[in-house]
């Protein structure tokens, strides 16, 4: 039968009043009893054992308050009551612990770190490791940032042979210490796991990472275990210009996966440009490049630069019997090998050319060699081929340029006579020229003629007459220096074709070295500069505009005029060079304004062989040949620009910009006949010379993308 509360509680006051502690008490715990959630009540049941001396009885009722109360979500309250438990029961643990938990989830951590080290102090005193360690793992959970408490509880959990738990807790320690940037830290815990274990990647990773971020190499080297590893370490180093070190962590990389085909090329690429043939062979074969043409250009260029030329030219052939079109590619490789290996490169550029002249292409077969012989200046089997390949395919401007290297190249091997015949020849052409007659000076001195000046002399005043072999000539009858114009073929006459061409070379008014070339500055008529095994020859252009005016006489087309009294020395003679020189400007000067006339008509057709003609004059040569290339480009017959823009690329422009336009046009007609690795070596050659010129910085960039993708 249910108590009347009230007047239980109302009795049991009065029992107290009256001294009547016991009775009290009784009436007390009857009404708890009936009514357990009654806290009020049993909080002054519990004090009344306090006063009764019965301190257990106390506590037991005080706990079953706290937590009812904790349950119903009263903390405080709560709380309130652990602490009333450790006033009169100081050493009680379960009330210590308690109140750490409370205090902890009311955020009051150091109300709640006092209490959980109380319990350890008194554990540790009887000896309980691992109620010590228990402590220690609950204060390390307190608080995210006591980073020496969760160090600290990381070891406890070791103590209870948690290891797990242990390894879990260092790995979230160390990526909280990497997120924050403290790399110390991060490292002094994953160190702690890898202890734990040795075995875990997800560890050795996090450790590689770390010590790349402090710069500790060779710790990173000791953790890292994959060819990625290996790579990132490599980048790394790299970035902070540590090749060498790079590269021996590329070689590991390679080393575990050696099914790397892009690492190995690249190793090979490295170790070719340090010029280690023995190391690049390591990585790449004719067997691992398989039948990729790339990887099959590099092995050939490694056994090229390695001696075993035999077996890079076989590569060559092969690649290019499956498609001669690669002809371009093969050249590359011994144009690139040139300067460290002059006759492997040779070969291999002779054997691109062979193709190109068996497909007609005389142009590209003359363009290989042309860049060889401007990486290797005076290589005289190379400039004899070429002379042979301009002559057959009729490529006269260029044929007279590797004429003129031929005969330097022999005087420089001293081989006199060859050098003599070659350098009459192009007297006999251009006799006005003086680099021309300074390279037959230095080969009469070469054969030790003992007066080379007056024989000079003697052949230029017609005494005794230089004798040409220059095809272009039109007969026997023609004076030593003076070629008829003759009607040049109309644009209509001739079919277009793939022209490809070797960038014009150095124009003689440029003391710089010109792109590609190791050789001083300077010009081949310079009398106090030699050739040497490394100079190129230069034309020297006499501006025929400069000489005094004489009486203007009209030239005999069919037989040579009647010479002057014969000069005493080479002043005399180039004395009356220069009025004969003076007789044919009047008349190139009228073709020039007759087919100047003509184009400004719209008599196009009519205007191309008037200038063609007017071109022959040097002073003129510039401004014709620009006009022809832009009428031929309008025109859509791209070989024909691209001749006639390297014509007057040759020429000295009148000014420095008219120079520069016509080399961004040449770039241009380059480009659109699918020439682009000419068109960038012209780019480079503006961008050298006129610095930021219009787009030409984006250009040689493009030109570069596309060289690079083959």
Request: hydrophobic letters at 45%.
């Amino acid at each position: 039968m249910a108590i009347d509360r009230a007047a239980t509680l109302r009795n049991a006051e009065k029992l107290l009043r009256q001294g009547k502690l016991d009775l009290a008490v009784a009436e007390y715990l009857r009404v708890v009893d009936e009514f357990p959630r009654d806290w009020n009540t049993g909080n002054i049941l519990g004090d009344l054992y306090v006063r009764a001396g019965q301190v257990d009885k106390a506590v037991d009722q005080f706990i079953r308050i706290a937590e009812m109360l904790s349950e119903e979500g009263f903390l405080p309250k709560a709380g309130a009551l652990y602490k009333k438990i450790l006033k009169i029961k100081p050493d009680h643990e379960h009330s210590l612990l308690q109140g750490a938990e409370i205090a902890s989830s009311l955020g009051l951590l150091a109300d709640a770190r006092a209490y959980l080290n109380t319990v350890g102090e008194r554990r540790r005193g009887r000896g309980d490791q691992l109620g010590v360690a228990q402590i220690r793992i609950r204060l390390g959970a307190l608080d995210p940032a006591d980073y020496s408490a969760r160090f600290a509880a990381a070891r406890a959990r070791l103590d209870m042979n948690d290891a797990p738990g242990a390894l879990r807790d260092y790995k979230e320690l160390a990526a909280e210490f990497s997120d924050q940037g403290r790399h110390t830290e991060a490292i002094e815990a994953l160190r702690e796991a890898a202890v734990l274990s040795p075995d875990d990647e997800d560890i050795r990773a996090r450790l590689l990472q770390v010590y790349l971020a402090t710069g500790d190499f060779v710790r990173a080297r000791e953790c890292a275990s994959t060819s990625v590893q290996f790579k990132a370490i490599a980048g790394q180093l790299e970035a902070m210009g540590q090749s060498g070190e790079a590269l021996v962590a590329l070689r590991e990389a390679a080393r575990l996966d050696p099914s790397d085909a892009a690492l190995r090329e690249h190793l090979a690429r490295v170790f070719v440009e340090r010029g280690d043939m023995t190391s690049a062979a390591e990585y790449l074969t004719v067997e691992s490049a398989g039948s990729d043409p790339k990887l099959l250009l590099l092995v050939a260029d490694i056994l090229l630069r390695s001696g075993r030329i035999d077996e890079g030219m076989e590569i060559a052939r092969r690649l290019l019997a499956e498609d001669p079109m690669r002809r371009q590619d093969v050249a590359l490789v011994g144009w690139t090998i040139a300067e460290h290996a002059p006759e492997a490169g040779f070969r291999i550029v002779e054997l691109a050319a062979d193709v190109a002249v068996a497909q007609a292409d005389w142009p590209s077969a003359a363009a290989a060699l042309q860049e060889f012989v401007t990486r290797v200046p005076n290589h005289i089997q190379a400039l004899m081929r070429l002379v042979e390949i301009c002559v057959d395919g009729g490529l006269e401007a260029t044929m007279y340029s590797a004429q003129a290297q031929l005969a330097d190249a022999y005087i420089t091997a001293g081989a006199a006579s060859e050098a003599r015949f070659i350098a009459e020849d192009l007297v006999a052409r251009e006799p006005w020229d003086r680099a021309n007659i300074e390279r037959f000076r230095r080969a009469l001195v070469l054969m030790g003629e003992p007066d080379p000046d007056g024989l000079i002399a003697e052949r230029l005043s017609g005494q005794s007459p230089f004798m040409s072999t220059d095809l272009s000539l039109h007969g026997d009858e023609l004076p030593p220096f003076e070629a008829l114009p003759g009607p040049a073929p109309s644009s209509t006459d001739v079919a277009p074709q793939k022209v490809v061409r070797a960038p014009a070379p150095a124009r003689s008014d440029s003391l710089e070295p010109g792109p590609n070339t190791g050789h001083p500055p300077g010009v081949a008529g310079d009398s106090d500069t030699p050739a040497t095994a490394f100079a190129r020859p230069e034309s020297v252009e006499v501006d025929l505009n400069t000489v005094p005016g004489e009486a203007k006489k009209p030239i005999a087309s069919a037989a040579p005029p009647v010479p002057g009294p014969i000069a005493a020395d080479l002043d005399g003679v180039f004395a009356q060079m220069r009025d004969d020189a003076s007789r044919r400007s009047t008349t190139a000067d009228d073709e020039y304004k007759r087919g100047l006339a003509l184009f400004k008509a719209g008599q196009i057709d009519e205007c191309i062989p008037v200038l063609q003609a007017a071109s022959k004059a040097p002073r003129l040569r510039f401004v014709t040949a620009a006009i022809l290339a832009r009428i031929f480009q309008e025109r859509g017959l791209m070989p024909q620009a691209v001749e006639w823009f390297e014509r007057a690329a040759e020429a000295p422009p009148p000014t420095e910009d008219e120079g520069h336009r016509v080399l961004y046009e040449l770039a241009d007609a380059l480009e659109a006949t699918g020439e682009s690795a000419r068109a960038l070596a012209i780019c480079i050659e503006l961008q050298a010379e006129a610095g930021d010129y219009r787009d030409i910085a984006a250009r040689v960039e493009r030109l570069a993308k596309v060289q690079s993708r083959g």
